[in-house]
């Protein structure tokens, strides 16, 4: 049984995959497909790092250990739906043409902190195998602590890309900075 | 590129059949051709093809009604629109309030133009309306006016996004006279030969194809002649990103939108974006309205 839990919920995290392979398929992307594509990957790559900082309190409050066995695979999945967002960016809607998307990085806020927030997850990527926990020690703690940047990075590219704040950006940022509030408590404790 | 006869227009069958024949192909040969697709159209695509019905009448920004594009669609099937009259006040000899079977009275043609979108989107639509100007000549403007303000109804009871701040409500846009007065300043009472659906608009609402679409009010109750250029609502939220004039401008950058490209709705998810064109593709009509200002400030 356990050793069919962890392939089970790899596949169950490739949801997003599925739906919008669905919505490709029966064409259902809607009116604007480009810019529904990047939308769906970028909402669902907040969605994985809020299921990521999920972990550490979940342990706390359920006094069990075995989420600690999923954060990684969801950290990757972080990482996948970042990258999916971004090349559909850069590939789908602005065809690789690099000139108009070195502007946007430079004069956009929020595409510059969504790039960063990429860049950084990249390094997280990198660093999240057994030989670089091994390889970096007690640093690598540190480097992971990146993802509340990350995760703030992500929550103000969202704010900063919408007209308004009302609602969904204003609601996946109370959730991160709830999630992140944690984190102060749990310090002062220990 | 002002006016086309509707037989003109693709008929809206054959149209989507079109689009889900060339979705279809684009899918298939989406990986191969990616890269060999050229960049960015040197002009804009052929505007006698207008947007889908289905297309205009559920991707829309009303914010009155919510946020999200399908919102309006979902959400303003039971607004009601009668009874409902227009105020026209403010600096004229002659106030009037019209019930709004009488505007509709007024005789409309068909205007096939295109909306641009400050997001960065455009439309082809095929609306009914008649110009502004045959309203305005109705109520003897005084020589003190210089701005149109438009008000949007205001009714939280329906318009469930009133109930929140997004915006200052109700909504209220406006127009220097002389843009009001051009004939390109539309009154718009349908659309695809059809009354004017409540997602659009409806009874009635403004259409200003030279500016970016938020400009082009919808439900309005009230036209106010003023001499104060009006607090109109975006402006209102972010001056720093939505100026009064919001000519459609592909060198003025929006801070959040790049306003050089569109995407043109309906198109597939090869199609590139195309250019976007110097108001709206309309300079001929109305660049003359802007001699010697400066629209890198008045944006």
């Known amino acids: ?190 | 590129m002002i006016k086309f006869k509707h037989s003109e227009i693709t008929p809206e069958k054959i149209y989507n059949k079109r689009r889900s024949f060339v979705k279809s192909m684009g899918y298939s040969l989406g990986a191969l051709t990616l890269n060999s697709i050229p960049l960015i159209n040197a002009n804009a695509s052929n505007l006698n093809e207008a947007t889908s019905y289905e297309d205009i009448t559920t991707y829309n920004n009303y914010y009155e009604f919510g946020t999200g594009k399908g919102d309006p669609h979902r959400r303003a099937k039971n607004f009601t629109t009668r009874p409902w009259s227009v105020k026209i006040e403010g600096l004229v000899e002659k106030p009037l309030e019209l019930p709004v079977e009488e505007v509709l009275a007024i005789k409309s043609e068909e205007r096939i133009l295109k909306l641009r979108c400050v997001e960065g989107w455009s439309m082809v639509i095929p609306w009914l309306g008649f110009s502004l100007s045959e309203l305005l000549n109705k109520v003897q403007i005084k020589p003190a006016a210089k701005f149109v303000e438009f008000e949007t109804i205001y009714n939280p009871e329906e318009m469930v996004g009133q109930r929140y701040p997004v915006l200052n409500w109700p909504y209220i846009e406006g127009l220097r006279i002389d843009e009001a007065m051009h004939p390109l300043t539309t009154v718009v009472t349908g659309l695809y030969g059809k009354s004017l659906p409540n997602q659009n608009g409806a009874p009635l609402r403004i259409f200003i194809p030279w500016k970016y679409g938020f400009k082009s009010a919808k439900a309005i109750v009230k036209i106010r002649l003023t001499k104060n250029m009006p607090n109109t609502a975006w402006k209102n939220a972010s001056p720093r990103e939505y100026g009064f004039y919001s000519n459609v401008n592909p060198e003025v950058d929006h801070p959040r939108w790049s306003q050089a490209t569109e995407r043109v709705i309906g198109e597939s998810i090869l199609a590139p974006r195309i250019k976007t064109l110097m108001f709206n593709g309309y300079g001929d009509e109305v660049a003359h309205l802007y001699n010697g200002m400066d629209l890198k400030k008045n944006y």
């Open chain 1, 1 to 190: 049984m356990k050793n069919y839990l962890k392939p089970f919920v790899f596949l169950l995290l490739l949801w997003p995959i599925y739906i919008i392979s669905y919505q490709i398929i029966f064409n259902e992307l809607g009116p604007e497909p480009v810019d529904r594509i990047i939308n769906h990957f970028g909402e669902w790559t907040l969605i994985f790092i809020i299921l990521t900082l999920s972990i550490s309190p979940l342990r706390k409050l359920t006094n069990s250990t075995e989420w600690i066995k999923f954060r990684r695979m969801f950290g990757l999945f972080t990482f996948f739906y970042a990258s999916i967002h971004m090349l559909s960016y850069v590939g789908l809607d602005y065809r690789f043409d690099f000139e108009p998307l070195i502007n946007d990085v430079f004069k956009k806020k929020f595409i510059f902190i969504g790039f960063s927030a990429w860049l950084l997850l990249t390094l997280l990527a990198l660093t999240s195998s057994d030989k670089m926990i091994r390889l970096l020690k007690h640093n690598w703690k540190k480097i992971h602590r990146l993802v509340y940047i990350i995760a703030i990075f992500g929550a103000l590219h969202f704010i900063w890309l919408s007209k308004t704040i009302f609602f969904k950006p204003l609601i996946y940022s109370i959730i991160i900075l709830i999630l992140l509030s944690f984190r102060i408590k749990f310090r002062k404790k220990a």
